[in-house]
């Protein structure tokens, strides 16, 4: 009899314990939020999308306002074309400007969407024309050494 109670408790433990770990790699797969599947769609163009996924979170000011819904390549121009689904409670304006930011130094990377000032909204099937793309810590460095080497050496005062 007691030996049933204990096998009980341990299993009661065991779920509880994968029952955690299914929220955690819910949560860490972005997989709990609500999706934007009342939203509408508009697209950006980047240069450069770093290490952008599908999925990925747009926010603005912090707050999640919908997700990446897809990345392509145009051939023509050869710039990442980055299809956003937006949240139908947010309204955006017609000039918003949109860039790839990372969350932390080697964090996940998102999409940042700023207002601008126009009295039109964007709706579904706009383009953001206004983009930054990601900022590659790799291009930064080099650039940082490059103008340091070029500087020539400093004469000691």
Do not use: C, H
Not at 26 to 50: M, P
């Amino acid at each position: 009899m007691k030996r049933t109670t204990i096998d009980l408790w341990v299993g009661l433990f065991v779920t509880a314990g994968l029952a955690a770990l299914m929220v955690l790699a819910l949560k860490v797969g972005n997989a709990t939020t609500v999706s934007a599947a009342d939203g509408y769609r508009v697209t950006a163009e980047f240069d450069n999308i770093g290490g952008l996924k599908p999925r990925a979170p747009v926010k603005s000011s912090g707050v999640v306002v919908g997700r990446v819904e897809r990345i392509e390549l145009d051939t023509r121009k050869f710039v990442a074309r980055v299809t956003l689904r937006l949240d139908r409670r947010y309204d955006f304006p017609a000039d918003s400007s949109a860039s790839i930011l990372t969350a932390g130094l080697l964090g996940e990377q998102y999409v940042g969407l700023e207002g601008g000032g126009d009295e039109k909204l964007l709706k579904d099937g706009d383009r953001v024309t206004i983009t930054q793309g990601a900022m590659i810590l790799e291009r930064m460095i080099g650039r940082f050494l490059y103008g340091k080497a070029a500087e020539g050496p400093q004469p000691e005062k």
